[in-house]
């Protein structure tokens, strides 16, 4: 796959003054607020990209490896089998390497969107930006069509740039890794060195 | 793919608070950010120039700075007393184009809080992050100071991603530099400012 079929990077800075955003949003509207904020602009972004169809599920595997489905515009997926995939690097990573660099800490309300995510709806966000990451993922998925079949997202496991994992625990998680064909220890071996591993399949 | 989502996060204030909030909004963050990046002191504009090639200052941030050092602010007295400095891509431009790869075309929402602000503020933006950055730098330009001076900063002229240009009749006249000079630099770049030292007696200011 050539370099320039491939969407290009942003100027970290643009994600920096979206963080201080969301941030001046959060002093006004509070976590709550904040995490409705993030899921509304996630499913609003993935609501304005075209809808997808493919004859076939290895299509629709190709078309994500090479960065051609909605599900891949912003960020390079690795299929591991036929459902699970993997995502080497977070989208987020140059833009909180910048934050973290030329700002200072992560504000702490980030975090606290975060646990408040998986409080209320699902225990797979480390940060704010995994509420937007798997609120995006769900609702492009909706927009795939495979055959006659729609396509389905859950997240299994999601690490952030300093290397905190979070993952749903005991049977949750077991139910998952079955669907998306890994044993417990393949997940931790895939953590390693990837940022997220998650679960696509027929609807 | 939150620069992306950014216009839709815009696009929903503009219905809240409308495009004047925006802005107000816009510019609030550019002090935030400015107030979180500290201070910094140079012994003088030599090492402040080399500070900027080597991407080490506050402006930094953005991308990647250029110092024009051919072209000094002088005062009264012949002393230089600024320098200017362009960016040879708008750090809002790549976002421009993921967003036609991604979503198709850009929110009107852009347009909108670029009007309201040219209208009402300045006239000088080509994108809504004009609004963020231009305060953002006023304030870091604060923060800065060279041969114990602080820095004011003055945004001259841009060029959108479309061809566009604006030019700042008020800045320009404020350091004294000839509008042609700077439709020459619009050829090659796409943001330029002035840094001059506070309260500096420019030569011929307009």
């Known amino acids: 796959m050539t370099t320039e079929s491939r969407i290009p990077e942003s100027n970290p800075f643009v994600e920096i003054a979206t963080h201080l955003f969301l941030e001046d949003i959060a002093t006004k509207v509070g976590i709550a607020g904040l995490n409705n904020y993030l899921v509304s602009l996630a499913k609003n972004l993935a609501a304005s990209m075209p809808k997808e169809e493919y004859a076939s599920w290895s299509e629709f595997l190709s078309a994500l490896s090479t ?47 975060a646990r408040y995510y998986n409080h209320k709806v699902r225990p797979t966000a480390v940060t704010s930006m ?60 895939l953590m390693r060195n990837h940022s997220d591993v998650w679960l696509l399949e027929p609807a | 793919m939150i620069d992306v989502a950014l216009a839709s996060l815009i696009e929903d204030m503009i219905e809240k608070a409308g495009a004047d909030g925006v802005v107000e909004f816009w510019q609030r963050v ?22 900027v090639r080597e991407a080490r200052t506050a402006f930094s941030i953005e991308g990647e700075v250029t110092p ?21 891509q708008c750090c809002y431009v790549p976002t421009i184009f ?33 609004v963020f950055h231009e305060r953002f730098r006023e304030e870091i330009a604060k923060n800065i100071s060279v041969a114990g001076n602080s820095l ?20 320009v006249a ?16 796409e943001c330029v400012y002035a840094l001059i030292m506070r309260g500096a007696r420019i030569k011929g200011e307009r």
């Not at chain 1, 960020?75 to 690097?89: D, G, L, Y």
């Not at chain 1, 669907?179 to 997940?187: D, E, F, N, P, V």
């Not at chain 2, 107030?35 to 012994?43: D, N, Q, T």
């Open chain 1, 67 to 113: 960065g051609q489905s909605i599900l891949s515009t912003f960020e390079e997926v690795r299929p591991i089998n036929e459902h699970c995939m993997t995502t080497f690097r977070s989208p987020f990573e140059r833009g909180w390497r910048e934050y973290a660099k030329r700002v200072g800490a992560f504000a702490p309300v980030h975090r606290e969107v």
């Open chain 1, 130 to 189: 995994h509420v937007v990451l798997h609120t995006f993922r769900e609702a492009a998925a909706a927009r795939v069509h495979v055959d006659r079949d729609g396509v389905r997202y859950e997240p299994v496991a999601s690490a952030w740039v300093d290397g905190e994992v979070q993952l749903p625990e005991g049977p949750n998680l077991e139910s998952l890794l079955k669907r998306a064909g890994i044993s417990r220890t393949k997940l931790g071996m």
């Open chain 2, 30 to 51: 550019g002090d935030n950010l400015a107030s979180r990046m500290g201070k910094e002191a140079y012994l003088g504009w030599t090492s402040f120039n080399v500070a």
């Open chain 2, 68 to 88: 024009l050092t051919d072209m000094a602010i002088t005062d009264v007295d012949g002393d230089v007393v600024g320098y200017l400095y362009a960016m040879r």
């Open chain 2, 98 to 130: 993921r967003t036609r790869f991604a979503v198709g075309r850009m929110s009107p929402a852009d347009q909108a809080v670029t009007d309201e602000y040219n209208e009402n503020v300045h006239n000088i933006a080509v994108c809504n992050f004009c």
């Open chain 2, 152 to 171: 004011a900063c003055f945004l001259l002229a841009t060029r959108g991603w479309s061809g566009e240009t604006k030019i700042s009749s008020k800045n």
């Open chain 2, 174 to 189: 404020q350091v004294n530099i000839n509008e042609d000079h700077m439709r020459a630099l619009l050829r090659n770049y």
